[in-house]
């Protein structure tokens, strides 16, 4: 049974800070990754989709990498500013359902 | 492009009443998903449809939890009758068909609100 584990649970740090967000799968067999983000009461926005033969994505300050092998992402945020702000969630894509984490909450001090 | 919609965004009802939600995904998209989330716990898959039919219904909770998807379009989730444990946030997702794209990105809409009191 695939399992999405999102560590830490909670992050605050000071503005311009680059920081890193880890997500970690059970099960290598997925086809793609994507991290969205959640801003309080607001639906998910797609932030970055990696497909299983991808080993990373890059937008803006943003980017995610994958190891399938070790069941493993990373979504690294650069400069981070205020905006920020949000809930970032990472979920697999296993026989055409998401498999989702329970999320990082970071806050961004100015 | 409209994106996925919602509606209502909000809805209170009481233990045992009835209560429908709408999913509108973005035009031309086969594939559509509900999930939800409740308190405390992460986002979970309900079910994917592909143009009107239930391609995976497995993660429906119980059978007082009913989807459709006439004509292939919009899609309602009722529950009926309510219970405490159903309120969370109920979200709807749509794809494009898989011939067409290999990325299989799904697109969110803002959600459901469901507080059964």
């Known amino acids: 049974k695939q399992e999405v584990t999102q560590i830490p649970a909670a992050l605050s740090v000071p503005e311009g800070e680059n920081l890193v967000l880890n997500c970690s799968f059970t099960d290598s067999a997925i086809y793609n990754l994507q991290w969205f983000r959640q801003d309080p009461g607001k639906g998910l926005t797609s932030l970055l989709l990696i497909q299983s033969s991808q080993r990373e994505q890059t937008s803006g300050r943003l980017n995610a990498s994958l190891d399938k092998s070790s069941g493993r992402s990373t979504l690294y945020i650069a400069a981070s500013q205020p905006g920020d702000s949000a809930t970032y969630l990472c979920a697999v894509l296993v026989g055409g359902k998401l498999i989702f984490g329970q999320g990082t909450e970071l806050s961004v001090k100015p | 492009e409209a994106g996925v919609t919602q509606f209502p965004s909000h809805s209170v009802i009481e233990k045992g009443q009835t209560v429908t939600l709408r999913c509108d995904p973005i035009?031309?998209?086969?594939?559509l998903y509900w999930y939800r989330r409740v308190m405390g716990k992460e986002i979970k898959f309900l079910l994917h449809?592909?143009?009107?039919?239930?391609?995976?219904e497995s993660g429906m909770p119980n059978n007082r939890f009913l989807a459709e998807r006439t004509g292939g379009t919009y899609s309602t989730l009722k529950v009926q009758p309510a219970e405490l444990e159903d309120s969370g946030v109920y979200f709807c997702?749509?794809?494009?068909?898989?011939?067409?794209?290999?990325?299989?990105?799904?697109?969110f809409g803002p959600g459901t609100r469901l507080t059964v009191l």
């Open positions: 035009s031309g998209h086969d594939n």
């Open positions: 997702a749509s794809s494009q068909k898989f011939r067409t794209s290999a990325v299989h990105e799904q697109f």
């Open positions: 449809f592909v143009k009107e039919s239930k391609q995976d």
